[in-house]
């Protein structure tokens, strides 16, 4: 098998990697094992030494491997090089946090002497090995949004990206090398999907988490099932973009620009469906409207690109089948519905905006990863509640109202993992991140995300008994 980096901006094939026979991966599987021996009794003092040796690294690197990221997935350079630095900071919030967020809990003194303990306390400690199984869209920070918690607790990483980003694959292999982390605590496998089943059954991995479609899901949480280990998934998600009569629209309508377009569409997070109160409805489309059509398509190496190429001729291909059963069916394309003009060697989409969507549509129950926006009229709040959940998806989801009661009521009732109101969707740090349904299960990030890999240990001490 040949793992290869190809310029989704021409269709040519930059570089080539054979895939890791049997051999190498078991050489990688039993230096995991040998680093966890040792890494999980290191402190925290040390390990946050690394990650911030990790984080500055990065940050030297930045112009590089945005390079690399554009070369292979096509997302705009500028995007690149805020996402890396988006993953220095990560790595920085961990190192200083860690600490905090696994220190040992003591419970309430009247329930331990209840239990007939003289003390008792919860303890935080790592699993192992962690196969981290990886998309291409973020390629950076969907791994160091899972590595900076999990080196952290103490736990061992391999990761299996995606096969179209091999470089930065590689690259994360030697930043972690590079800052000094012990050999085995953080190691590539090139290897196909394939091969993934392979790994996640051998005992020597602990646990799993992945990051991408659906049908990856299911498959990685039915080997890990069967296997009895511990899974965190982040699938798909097709986000809810609220716009209600008390909205200020036109910043609702700048704002729904960028939170369409980020990465070319190709976002988890991305808003996909705006749902907007038939008062406002006329404005908020002629103004989102002329904000996409205003877009600069191109080359992503180019600073002043706002949208690249699609990462892959399927996935442009996928995209442009929804586009068309919309509009056979009686959808209407405000702007784009087609390949840009003079940009044929590369997985070009112009920023599409669809209006009249109903529930036959493909496009109203799948994922469009691309830059296609679909529009929905409502008539009140909880019309646009009823619009948002008919979805399999429930990742996050972007409310604009300066309504109380409905911040209240989307907070109750909207079926996702995250409610942002009058912003977009984002992931930081602080905050958890993932979804219900079938947008998977588990969290990443904050305290919440950096506890899904670590035994959770109840420490008792039985009351001594007493001298008399």
């Known amino acids: 098998m040949v793992i290869a980096t190809v310029n989704p901006a021409t269709g040519e094939t930059l570089k080539s990697f054979g895939a890791m026979g049997p051999e190498e991966v078991e050489r990688r599987l039993a230096a995991a094992q040998v680093a966890f021996g040792t890494y999980r009794t290191t402190g925290f003092d040390q390990r946050a030494r690394l990650v911030l040796r990790a984080a500055d690294l990065l940050d030297g690197d930045r112009e590089d491997i945005a390079r690399t ?3 292979e997935m096509g997302k705009p350079v500028a995007a690149a090089r805020a996402e890396a630095a988006k993953c220095a900071k990560a790595l920085r919030w961990y190192a200083e946090h860690a600490p905090a967020l696994l220190a040992d809990e003591e419970p309430d003194p009247d329930d331990v002497h209840d239990s007939g303990a003289d003390r008792a306390r919860v303890h935080y400690r790592p699993l192992g090995a962690v196969l981290a199984v990886m998309p291409w869209n973020f390629p950076l ?9 999990a080196l952290m607790a103490g736990n061992v990483a391999l990761l299996k990206h995606a096969s179209n980003v091999p470089q930065t694959a590689l690259y994360l292999e030697d930043l972690f090398r590079r800052a000094g982390f012990p050999d085995g605590c953080f190691q590539t496998l090139l290897i196909g999907s394939d091969g993934v089943e392979r790994v996640l059954r051998d005992p ?7 990051t991408g479609s659906e049908p990856a899901g299911r498959s990685v949480a039915a080997i890990c099932g069967d296997e009895i280990k511990k899974t965190v998934l ?24 960028t939170a369409r377009v980020q990465n070319n569409g190709q976002s988890c997070i991305a808003a996909k469906r705006f749902i907007v109160h038939t008062d406002v409805y006329d404005a908020f ?15 992503p190496l180019l600073e002043g690109t706002d949208v690249g190429p699609l990462a892959s001729e399927q996935g442009r291909a996928d995209l442009e089948e929804l ?3 919309a509009v056979r069916k009686g959808a209407t394309a405000l702007c784009g519905g087609r390949r840009p003009d003079g940009l044929d060697r590369g997985w070009f989409y112009l920023p599409t905006v669809l209006a009249g969507i109903t529930a036959d549509m493909r496009i109203h129950r799948e994922e469009a990863f691309g830059p296609v926006a679909t529009l929905y009229r409502v008539r009140d709040a909880g019309e646009a509640v009823t619009v948002a959940n008919d979805t399999p998806f429930g990742l996050s989801s972007n409310v604009w109202t300066r309504d109380p009661a409905e911040v209240d009521r989307c907070v109750r009732d909207l079926q996702a993992g995250g409610v942002f109101f009058n912003g977009m969707t984002a992931s930081h740090p602080a905050f958890p991140f993932g979804g219900v349904k079938r947008s998977g299960y588990g969290r990443e990030l904050s305290g919440h995300g950096i506890r899904e890999f670590c035994n959770v240990t109840t420490v008792w001490h039985g009351a001594e008994p007493s001298a008399d």
Do not use: I, K, N, Y
């Open 234 to 257: 982040e699938l798909g998600g097709s986000d809810p973009f609220l716009v209600l009569a008390s909205a200020d629209v036109e910043r609702a309508a700048r704002t729904a620009v």
């Open 69 to 71: 990221m554009t070369l």
């Open 204 to 210: 020597r991995v602990a646990a799993a988490t992945l």
């Open 141 to 149: 920070w969907q791994v160091v949004r899972f590595a900076a918690p």
């Open 323 to 325: 586009v068309e059963d």
């Open 285 to 299: 489309a002629e103004q989102f409207t002329a904000g996409m059509r205003e877009l600069t398509v191109g080359d």
